[in-house]
């Protein structure tokens, strides 16, 4: 009768052991996929830094301007988050954008045409690094929060991350102004209605 009791114990310790080292296994294969996904948005992000200073002494020698992509030295002189970086760099190159279409003589330099190109690549290259981090961040997440993974993150002190663009806002927003449209054309339906 004992030898079956200390065999039972045996058991069902190797079994939660092996559900904590699994459970393990999981949180930290997803955080080596958010620190990967991380460091490619770095790299697309240094190169987009790059390619807005490349345009920044065309755009002041064509223009006749000094204050042109600002946001590029306020990154200069401090040391961002990659959120801080991503929003800065993404306001610079909007407003290039916006020089562009404002100047179309800048169209006819083949360097600017070759920028914003390279920079169109760029962005595309960037946007699927930032879905796969919030797809890893879901998942690192959905481990954090979820039982029993969450008792582990608990005591190795794992908490929930952020996801890089606010994309759950962004679709509440949307949805919320679908709505807004919606109720607003049935009330426009309803007034008519109500005239006949």
């Known amino acids: 009768m004992t030898i079956e009791i200390i065999i039972g114990i045996v058991v069902v310790i190797s079994f939660l052991s ?7 296994n999981r949180i930290v294969f997803s955080k080596t996929k958010i620190d990967e996904a991380e460091s490619n948005i770095d790299v ?23 204050d042109v992509l600002v946001n590029i030295d306020e990154l200069e002189k401090n040391d961002f988050n990659h959120f801080k970086v991503n929003l800065l760099l993404h306001n610079s190159y909007l407003e290039l954008l916006s020089i562009v279409d404002e100047n179309e003589k800048l169209l006819k330099s083949k ?21 796969f981090y919030n797809d890893s961040v879901s998942t690192y997440n959905n481990l954090v929060c979820g039982f029993p993974t969450n008792i582990i993150a608990f005591f190795s002190k794992n908490k929930k991350m952020d996801y890089y663009s606010d994309d759950e806002k962004e679709m509440f927003q ?23």
């Not at 092996?18 to 393990?24: D, E, P, Q, S």
């Not at 009330?187 to 006949?196: I, W």
């Open 111 to 131: 360097t600017i045409i070759g920028i914003l190109e390279d920079l169109e690549n760029n962005e595309e290259d960037r946007i699927g690094c930032i879905k």
């Open 174 to 196: 949307i949805l919320e102004d679908e709505e807004e449209n919606e109720d607003g054309s049935d009330r426009e339906d309803n007034t008519e209605s109500k005239e006949e």
């Open 18 to 24: 092996l559900l904590i080292v699994i459970c393990n």
């Open 44 to 66: 697309y992000l240094n190169k987009k830094k790059d390619l807005l200073d490349r345009a920044r002494p065309i755009l002041k020698k064509e223009l006749k301007i000094e």
